[in-house]
T-cell receptor
Framework: ETGVTQTPRHLVMGMTNKKSLKCEQH?????MYWYKQSAKKPLELMFV???????ENNSVPSRFSPECPNSSHLFLHLHTLQPEDSALYLC???????????FGEGSWLTVV | GESVGLHLPTLSVQEGDNSIINCAYS??????FIWYKQESGKGPQFIID?????DKRQGQRVTVLLNKTVKHLSLQIAATQPGDSAVYFC????????????FGTGTRLLVSP
């Protein structure tokens, strides 16, 4: 148990579907992150939220839409994805800068 | 959970041996470094960290060494166990107000009984 919980753990969706990934952290952290881990690249930072405000969008396509309603919850809304978006999506959190980032177990996404 | 499909460098050791995993980082301005372990089907797990004002830090069975001159980081695991088998990533960052970690591609550690 890392203190960062992601659901669902596995998701298969068609290219025309709309789905969402959910992340919740129980660590009292103020920063939350979405990372993508695919078969062909190292871990890639997608989005950063600091005190609910988005502070980083790492050139992510608009078919990925993050939402951070509060410091404990983070969503990734998925719409009209492509097969190459199939990957492990990791949520993480940290307490400000200069401190360790803790990851969830990830959501395995397959786009068919 | 590991970067399946990537051609990862692999380190194969026998149980009980000491393991050394190396990492070259890219940004000379980076001031904080973390080693993560990722087992199959799981997210990265924090192992140990080190700040740029240090050159060595020890944990339980693990030691991280930092050489800023050549931008090199290493993770030493003492008395390696089969449960240590995983992919190990180094990550670097500098103070931006939040953590913008840059990850290496990882090294797969295989421990034989």
């Amino acid at each position: 148990e890392t203190g960062v919980t992601q659901t669902p753990r596995h998701l298969v969706m068609g290219m025309t579907n709309k789905k969402s990934l959910k992340c919740e952290q129980h660590l009292g952290h103020n920063a939350m992150y979405w990372y993508k881990q695919s078969a062909k690249k190292p871990l890639e930072l997608m989005f950063v939220y600091n005190f609910k405000e988005q502070t980083e969008n790492n050139s992510v396509p608009s078919r990925f839409s993050p939402e951070c309603p509060n410091s404990s919850h983070l969503f990734l809304h998925l719409h009209t994805l492509q097969p190459e978006d199939s990957a492990l999506y990791l949520c993480a959190s940290s307490q400000g800068s200069g401190n360790t980032i803790y990851f969830g177990e990830g959501s395995w996404l397959t786009v068919v | 959970g590991e970067s399946v499909g990537l051609h990862l460098p692999t380190l194969s050791v026998q149980e009980g041996d000491n393991s050394i995993i190396n990492c070259a980082y890219s940004n000379s301005a980076s001031d904080y470094f973390i080693w993560y372990k990722q087992e199959s089907g799981k997210g990265p797990q924090f192992i140990i960290d080190i700040r740029s004002n240090m050159d060595k830090r020890q944990g339980q069975r693990v030691t991280v060494l930092l050489n800023k001159t050549v931008k090199h980081l290493s993770l030493q695991i003492a008395a390696t166990q089969p449960g240590d088998s995983a992919v190990y990533f180094c990550a670097e960052t500098f103070n931006t107000g939040f953590q913008k970690l840059v990850f290496g591609t990882g090294t797969r550690l295989l421990v034989s009984p």
